[in-house]
């Protein structure tokens, strides 16, 4: 992986706190991070270049008048204000090298003193287990903190441990394991005989969460459960849970949700324009 800064910027130091999506089910990780670039104003300092993320172009996401700006599969951008480098991941990655992915962006990390590692995603709805919506919409958490992932500060906060997790699982284990690799592990043998108790550590951000907890880093996995469909809800309330453990929730923006945020202007158009009301 190399990353390539824009002209005139680069990497800032006061910038130790990461934030970046794991891509899951209703892209709500990416959908949040979103929130958060736009609502923070934060600027793109510049791209990536990883052989294990699928092309891809597209047009400024960001601006109320797209100059034409491209933008790229993985970026990086950062808000000073808040002390945060925020990466964006537009494309899947190639099949079979999570692993690779998730070292080389640990790699970044470490590399770059990342003092927090925050990753955002989401759970397919039909996984979950114990449903409980009498509080509404839940957020679950994961931290590199403590062998049984457990966090003070998350537990204060009312969120609850991933209950999925178990360190003695075979692929948690084997992700566990991946410090003590150097040779590229075979994620092909990591996802045969999927039973339902493997869901969780197959995902993306159970290697992520494995790799920047390798490099020694801070990491800490927010997650909420959902289904297909329109997950922009969704991604207002894993973004304002992101908020509470970075910094509050942006004052004098607009949006909805149960805080004010700035939407993206991507977002009009995110099911494709309207169509065209000659035809009728």
Known sequence: MEFYAEEGKELDKACSTLVLPALSIGNVGQLAVDLLISSWRAERIGYFDDPN???CVGNNAYSPSPPGDLILPLEAFGSKSNGLTLIQQRSPVVKGMMIEFAKNLANFAAANEMKHVVVLSSLDFRQWQNIDMSSGLQIYYLSGSSVDGTDEDCEKLGWKRLPDYNPANRR??????IKEHDAVL?????FEDLGEEDYCPSLPFAAL????KAKGLKVTCLLCYCSEGDNIPDAFHL???ASKILRPIPDGSEGTGSGRWIVPIS???VYGPPPDTSLF
């Open 186 to 190: 075979d994620d092909d043998l990591f």
């Open 239 to 241: 973004a304002e849970a």
């Open 267 to 269: 977002w009009k158009s």
């Open 53 to 55: 993320v699928l092309p």
């Open 209 to 212: 969460f494995s790799c920047f």
């Open 172 to 177: 948690w284990e084997y992700l566990n394991s």
